[in-house]
């Protein structure tokens, strides 16, 4: 027998995250399996702002949270993945996994070559393909045009900043700190970086981007920030709400000002997106961000929480702020 820890739901989550909506609980699993059968142990997991809203929706109490994680293979009935294969896999927060049916339970590994196997969860992976498809497919930038993007030293939103600088615009970034506003300038090459607990966005958008000429807007955070970026827009501006972390421990009802009136005045196209839309394309993100990240154009940060036991305060970090780029558990 393996002992394997997960991480269950132990009460709704409602508001802020507590460390009491998280149960640890073991679980034996038997090492003899069957035929197409393997047992995998993570290596690394991801804790994502998508969890919480998804916990919401689709998870009950008891049951584990779910998630990525990349694994390696410890014990393998399955010719297709020996013993020590890396695999990458939608199992949850566990540290060990009893896969039954490989070609279902297996999702397609990225072409990694020497890059850190951590990135099938980041740049690689999911928040990656993010940043690639939600801004290029539906802010459509154009070399010379101004983008700004909030979350912008997070997982997706400074990959965004970078994508845009690849295409040749005017990048804008806000942030909660000075320390991920210097990041984000002075590393990342955005042009301009404003601490949004310090600076006011309407402030800091006459400076940056005067006389409304903000082409394209990446939203990360939504709330009273995306109503006011909204009234800084060039007419028939491309808006692509991504997320709204600022709402997610929200339980009130939002309430005005609300942004229909910037949207009509400025004739904007506003369109939210879910990353997996694009998934049959995928691997076409997964080659450009991988050629720019070998040519030095994408460069990326991980926040590492090592050990399994800190997963939830991992999680909880998230909504305070706490990772610069991509939050990783390390086993
Ligand atoms: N649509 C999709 O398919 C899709 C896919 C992936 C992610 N997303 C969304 O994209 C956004 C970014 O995700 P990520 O993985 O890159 O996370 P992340 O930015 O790496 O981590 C979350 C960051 O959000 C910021 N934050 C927390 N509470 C905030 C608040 N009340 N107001 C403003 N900022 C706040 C914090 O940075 P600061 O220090 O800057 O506040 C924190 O570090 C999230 O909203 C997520 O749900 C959507």
């Excluded at 309407?202 to 082409?215: G, H, R, Y």
Aim: aromatic share 10%.
């Amino acid at each position: 027998m393996v002992l394997c820890k997960k991480w269950t739901l132990a009460k709704p989550f409602i508001g802020k995250v507590t460390p009491d909506n998280f149960k640890l609980v073991k679980e034996d699993i038997p090492e003899k399996l069957n035929d197409g059968e393997l047992l995998c142990e993570a290596v690394y997991l991801t804790v994502d702002p998508y969890m919480r809203v998804g916990a919401e929706t689709g998870n009950a109490v008891g049951n584990t949270l779910f998630g990525e994680q990349i694994a390696k293979v410890i014990v393998s009935k399955n010719a297709k993945y020996p013993v020590g294969s890396i695999v990458r896999m939608r199992a949850g927060w566990r540290t060990h996994t009893l896969v039954k049916d490989a070609e279902k339970e297996i999702s397609r590994s990225a072409e990694m070559g020497d890059l850190p196997l951590s990135l099938m969860l980041g740049a690689m992976g999911m928040p990656g393909m993010t940043a690639y498809f939600g801004f290029l497919e539906l802010c459509q930038p154009k070399a010379g045009e101004t983008v700004v993007v909030s979350g912008a030293a997070g997982a997706v939103g400074s990959l965004v900043g970078q994508i845009a600088k690849i295409k040749g615009c005017k990048v804008i970034g806000f942030a909660g700190t000075e320390e991920k506003c210097k990041w984000i300038k002075e590393e990342l090459g955005f042009d301009f970086a404003y601490n949004y607990k310090k600076t006011d966005v309407d402030t800091a958008l006459k400076e940056a981007a005067p006389d409304n000429s903000v082409d394209c807007y990446f939203d990360n955070v939504g709330g009273m920030f995306t109503v006011k970026v909204l009234t800084h827009m060039k007419t028939f501006g491309r808006v692509s709400i991504c997320g709204s972390i600022s709402n997610y421990n929200d339980t009130s009802v939002p309430t005005g000002p609300l942004p229909f009136f910037s949207i009509l005045k400025s004739q904007l196209r506003v369109e939210g997106f879910i990353v997996l839309r694009w998934y049959s394309r995928w691997e076409e993100g997964e080659t450009a961000m991988r050629q720019w990240i070998k040519e030095g154009k994408i460069k990326y940060k991980e926040h590492v929480t090592e050990g399994f036991e800190k997963m939830p305060d991992a999680f909880m970090g998230l909504f305070e702020g706490r990772n610069t780029g991509k939050a990783i558990i390390k086993m």
